[in-house]
């Protein structure tokens, strides 16, 4: 399956928290401000070898209000400081999708805030619009990762063609960082310990935040 297809069916899911991104002067003035958000998502060492990476860009306050259709004003009310989106992707064919085990995509992303507080509000908010992006598909998990301050683990089917895939989304809070990994598969084929594996690694970055 084609790369830019395999992107289209992850963003179909995750336009929220940081998908998506842009780079702005605002953006990058902010960027000063905060913790390299570049440096708070999973590295190429951290992913599995033969995962190329496909995406890697800043997110902005505005393109992040935008792909959601909600007011500029409530994301920055969350005191979002500036965020980043990475993508690693394995070629798959479409005649070898079908046996293929574990992730074909893998996406890791960050937003870092002035305060807990309002890394907590866009939790929250993270944590419904996962469930409304999904259009019912995507349910929120009672696997406890006890990663964080607060986390929540979803997961969800989506059909491409003839291929059903699945998706294992972990959205986690540490203070005032929040982050979302994701790896998606063929359904039946794909565990979600992979996931929870990644985002303890990613963990490993956000504990550095303070």
Known sequence: MPIALRACLVVTFLGVLAHGAEVTSTASAQQA??????????????????????E????SNARLARRNKIPLSKVESWGRISGYTVSYERPVSDLAVPSTRGPIAIISTVSVHRAPGGAHAAFLWGSSAFLRQGSGSLKKTSIDVQLGDESGVFTGTVTQGKFLFRLFIVEWRENRSLAVATTLGVDGKLKVQGVLALARRQQIYLRKVR
């Open 33 to 54: 401000a905060a913790p390299d958000a570049k440096n708070l998502v999973l590295q190429r060492s951290d992913v599995p070898r033969g995962f190329p990476r496909t």
């Open 56 to 59: 890697a860009r800043y997110t």
